[in-house]
């Protein structure tokens, strides 16, 4: 009766290929870190077989890849720290980006069996990772003159505010990026998610889709319908209780929801302790039996307790889907005040994983 994650694989390739469409001149590096945004990172490489390469955020990401026996590029995000890392990246051939003087200094300095291909990190505007833009050049041919450094150096850079087209921060970005380009005629990276279905001028040689892959929109406010991408994970579980209650009956921990009439109240087998979100209020929708329900009442640990007045015919073990196919993880994040990236991310391993294919 406990929770289940589905993962449809179909859907994840359906999305790939609108990441194509979208931007069909430039190749595409599917952003897997993060266990895939809580996928199961193995499961989704096997799964695209059609990207270019695959990103990380750590070596030890994509180590694990490596020894899983995924042979395509594998660029590491945040690049690597110290000189072991350096090392098991030169031995797993991945490819590394390069942000900050440590790891500049590190590379200008190493001396590896082959060397490793780097991209350059420009900082543009979003001021977490990159080398300032004034530095650029001169760490461009500072790691252009390595050793360790494979002779195909190329350079990214990423957006802050790509998911509010409104937002001129995005354009300003592309302005202090694209004289670098000029300037070294190299291979760029730029774009997201929200560079790849917002931003045109964004996409480059490469770009970096995410939260797209995994069918939901990187928009701020969008669903998935707008960009025509599928839901990946379905995450449902069971009604184990239908209770008949009175008005004023208090429902769950501190009595914080009230019924305002005699109803029925269902007690679902999800809770925090699987993911589901604890601040998700009163009123965020699941789905029972095909049929929109509102949550009531704190969601506990291993449960949630939902209002079944518009569900004349729910009874115990009737599915419960709380995001995926029919009720977008978008919603449920903006009910939570959260990004489905954080719910994607936070389903814990209690919940089971099954695979399918369409
Ligand atoms: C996570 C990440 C991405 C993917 O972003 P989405 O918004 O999920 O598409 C791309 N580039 C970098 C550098 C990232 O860290």
Known sequence: ???????????????????????????????????????????????????????????????QLREAGVGKPLLVLEGCFGPEELALAACHDLQLVVAEPEQLALLAKARLQRPVHCWLKVDTGMHRLGIPLQRAAAAFVALGAAPAVADDLRLMTHLACADTPADAATEAQLRRFNPLVKAFGVETSIANSAGILAWPDSHGDWNRPGIMLYGSSPMAGGVPDDHGLRPVMTLSTRLIAVRHLQQGD????????????????????????????????????????????????????????????????????????????????DEIARAAATIAYELFCGVTQRVRFRETNG
């Not at 009766?1 to 589905?6: D, I, L, S």
């Open 1 to 63: 009766m406990g929770p289940e994650a589905r993962i449809d694989l179909a859907a994840l390739r359906h999305n790939l290929r609108v990441a194509h469409h979208a931007a069909p001149a430039s190749r595409l590096i599917a952003v897997i870190k993060a266990n895939a945004y809580g996928h199961g990172m193995q499961r989704v490489a096997r799964a695209l077989e059609q990207a270019d390469a695959f990103g990380v955020a750590r070596v030890e990401e994509g180590v």
């Open 250 to 329: 208090a429902v769950g921990y501190g009595g914080s929801w009230r019924c305002p009439e005699a109803m029925r109240v269902g007690v679902a087998a999800i809770g925090y302790g699987d993911g589901y979100p604890r601040h998700a209020p009163s009123g965020t929708p699941v789905l029972i039996n095909g049929q929109r329900a509102a949550l009531v009442g704190r969601v506990s640990m291993d449960m949630i307790t939902v209002d079944l007045r518009k569900i004349d015919d729910a009874e115990v073990g009737n599915p419960v889907v709380l995001w995926g196919e029919g009720l977008p993880a």
